[in-house]
């Protein structure tokens, strides 16, 4: 079975990280996102996985590239956004027999292997994963018949027509009639357009409810999210890659993953679940705290990064204090800042040096 990874939209909800990195590309453990997914479609033996790209189509060039896996990979490119729908039906050419849509941004364990298996056995036209919330009240719902059929989406139900938890998790299985639905060149979406007009239609959709693990990684407090669960799942301790070098007087406290070549001095403090990428420098007395920290990363003197995400090239003085922060590519932040507002700063800005405290 071929699988369609949908890597093509902006990823509004997660700037400033996505302003220069699609979000296939963001580092998850120190890895980019799309290379989880694709061991994942591994794992289930999918090797013809066709990418349907748009925003910053080249960087997941270039990423696919360092990524070593048994996997025959096509991009295909949108000239202007087709949505979830449009992005496939561009692909179609591509496409002859049941195939799999994945959403790029999530994590899951639910068993594809298992779900292509039903779906093979009833031929309805898709099988939907379904993932349980928590809130449904903040979702699409999709309620099912007593058959597993699904019967109806619910929009973001009030509490007091919530008959399910279950919402649709990004994943489906399609026969390629299912495109016929979709007109060429135009913008549609599988959510709101076309399985809403299968049910219309009397088609039969398929329901596939799965409590495994699955996340999707759209907002800055998912991907802090996803990183400590994966974390947390691998690992209890320090874990250095590679190269790295840490001082015996650096404290690594808790599932911590440190990338190679980054240079930890004495006195620093890392706390974990925190993840450390390749060639990031924190110096004396500097601390880290449930935070993630792409490549090249700089932090000053006793400077401290509690719940905070900062991408690759930034530099953040001493004695600064970011709380809850998220700090685009590039970013300098000058000595003596406190952001503990939940700040997002844009790429390559520069906050300058926070005055000194008055002597009066
Ligand atoms: P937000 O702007 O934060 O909502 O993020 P997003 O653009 O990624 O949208 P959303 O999270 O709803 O998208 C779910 C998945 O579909 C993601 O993997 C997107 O990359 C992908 N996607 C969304 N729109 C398009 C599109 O127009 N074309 C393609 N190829 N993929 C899309």
Redesign the pocket.
Same mark, same amino acid.
């Given at each position: 079975m071929k699988a369609v990874i949908?890597?093509?939209?902006?990823?509004?909800?997660?700037r400033p990280l996505t302003c220069k990195t699609p979000?296939?590309a963001i580092p998850i453990l120190n890895r980019p996102a799309l290379e989880h997914m694709l061991r994942y479609l591994e794992g289930h033996g999918i090797h013809d996985v066709i990418l349907?790209?748009?925003?910053l189509a080249d960087s997941i060039d270039g990423i696919l590239k360092s990524i070593q896996i048994d996997i025959r990979t096509l991009p295909v490119l949108?000239t202007m956004?087709?949505?979830?729908a449009?992005?496939v039906k561009n692909a179609s050419r591509y496409l002859d027999d049941a195939f799999v849509v994945l959403? @790029?941004?999530i994590v899951t364990g639910i068993d594809l292997s298992e779900m292509a298996r039903l779906h093979r056995q009833v031929r309805p036209r898709v099988t939907m994963a379904l993932t349980p919330v928590d809130n449904p009240t903040m979702y699409g719902v999709v309620e099912t018949t007593d058959c597993g059929l699904v019967k109806k989406f619910v929009e973001k139900p009030g509490w007091d027509r919530v008959t399910t938890n279950l919402i649709n998790a990004?994943i489906y299985i399609i026969e390629p009639a299912v495109l016929d639905y979709v007109a060429e060149s135009t913008?549609v979406m599988f959510e709101d357009y076309v399985f809403p007009r299968l049910l219309e239609q009397g088609e039969p959709v398929l329901a596939y409810p799965s409590d495994a693990y699955w996340i999707?990684v @759209?907002t800055p407090e998912k991907y802090l999210k996803v990183n400590q669960d994966l974390l947390g799942q691998t690992q209890t301790g320090a874990v250095v890659q590679g190269e790295a070098v840490i001082d015996p007087g650096a404290r690594l406290e808790g599932p911590v993953l440190i990338g190679p070549e980054c240079v930890i001095a004495a006195g620093a403090h890392i706390r974990g679940p925190s993840v450390i990428g390749p060639q990031c420098r924190i110096a004396a007395g500097a601390a880290i705290e449930a935070s993630v920290l792409w490549d090249n990363v700089t932090i000053g003197e006793r400077s401290k990064v509690k719940t905070s995400i900062i991408a690759s090239n930034c530099r953040v003085e001493e004695d600064c204090y970011l709380e809850q922060c998220v700090l685009g590519r590039g970013v300098t932040i000058g000595r003596g800042n406190s952001l503990d507002w939940g700040a997002r700063i844009w790429p390559d800005s520069l906050v300058g040096c926070a005055p000194p405290a008055s002597s009066h």
């Open positions: 949908l890597v093509g939209g902006k990823g509004t909800r997660l979000k296939a349907a790209t748009g925003h949108e956004p087709l949505g979830t449009g992005a959403n @790029g941004d990004g913008m999707d @759209g």
